[in-house]
């Protein structure tokens, strides 16, 4: 019975889709907590259900790639990098992030998600002041709010996303027009995101 409950707490807490491998690897790790806890073991317990988080977080961070945008025509992309955190490093989350370049021109594409630290953040995105105090404007792109800033002097500029109260999406640009920056910005899968 607790085994069982171990398995539904953690798949829901997560949110996590694993491949069959990782699910093995998940449920053996869950098994050993379950039996170490039995005998008393709480280190023992800890440590496995703490492999099993990240190894589902891992999963979730391959899957969030997925979501990240496609080269623009004539671009290249860098492979995707994803970074799962445990809770004992800054509150744990998971990043994910991929960048692109054309000749001079780069653009950063980062998506963050499960971290404590974004609700501070969520909080802030939601005031119309915060934007104008960083000298950004508020736009929608995508169909999602967002805080714009680009300096058509420099070609600089960075997009800041708040997504579904749980993700933050940052699409940064150098030496690349607004046009650019905003095909990146609507190329990222937003839809799965909610």
Same mark, same amino acid.
């Given at each position: 019975?607790?085994?069982?409950? +171990?398995? #539904? +707490?953690?798949? /829901? !807490?997560?949110?996590?889709? /694993? #491949?069959?491998l990782?699910?093995?690897?998940?449920?053996?790790?869950?098994?050993? $907590?379950?039996?170490?806890?039995?005998?008393?073991d709480?280190a023992?317990?800890?440590?496995?259900? @703490?492999?099993?988080v990240? +190894?589902?977080?891992? !999963?979730?961070?391959?899957?969030?790639?997925? +979501?990240?945008?496609?080269?623009l025509?004539?671009?290249?992309?860098? *492979?995707?990098?994803?970074?799962?955190?445990?809770? !004992?490093m800054?509150?744990g989350?998971?990043?994910?992030?991929?960048?692109?370049?054309?000749? @001079?021109?780069?653009?950063?594409?980062?998506i963050v #998600?499960? %971290?404590?630290m974004l609700?501070g953040?969520?909080?802030?995105?939601?005031?119309?002041?915060?934007? %104008?105090?960083?000298?950004?404007?508020?736009? *929608?792109?995508?169909?999602?709010?967002?805080?714009?800033?680009?300096?058509?002097?420099? *070609?600089?500029?960075?997009?800041?996303?708040?997504v579904?109260?749980?993700?933050?999406? #940052?699409?940064?640009?150098?030496?690349?027009?607004?046009?650019?920056?905003? $095909?990146?910005?609507e190329?990222?899968?937003?839809?799965?995101?909610?």
């Open positions: 019975m607790l085994k069982r409950q +171990l398995v #539904t +707490l953690f798949f /829901c !807490a997560l949110g996590a889709v /694993c #491949t069959p990782q699910a093995d690897d998940v449920t053996d790790s869950i098994q050993e $907590a379950s039996e170490a806890y039995a005998k008393g709480t023992k317990a800890l440590e496995s259900l @703490n492999y099993a990240q +190894l589902m977080q891992q !999963a979730k961070a391959q899957g969030l790639e997925a +979501l990240l945008p496609a080269p025509s004539g671009w290249t992309a860098e *492979k995707a990098e994803s970074t799962a955190v445990g809770a !004992a800054f509150g989350g998971i990043t994910v992030e991929r960048r692109y370049s054309k000749d @001079n021109s780069s653009v950063h594409v980062q #998600t499960d %971290s404590p609700q953040l969520m909080t802030l995105f939601s005031n119309p002041m915060f934007a %104008s105090s960083s000298g950004g404007k508020l736009e *929608k792109i995508a169909g999602q709010k967002v805080i714009s800033t680009y300096d058509a002097s420099t *070609k600089t500029g960075d997009y800041q996303f708040a579904a109260n749980k993700y933050m999406v #940052t699409v940064k640009g150098d030496q690349v027009s607004a046009e650019e920056m905003q $095909a990146y910005a190329g990222i899968d937003f839809k799965k995101m909610q």
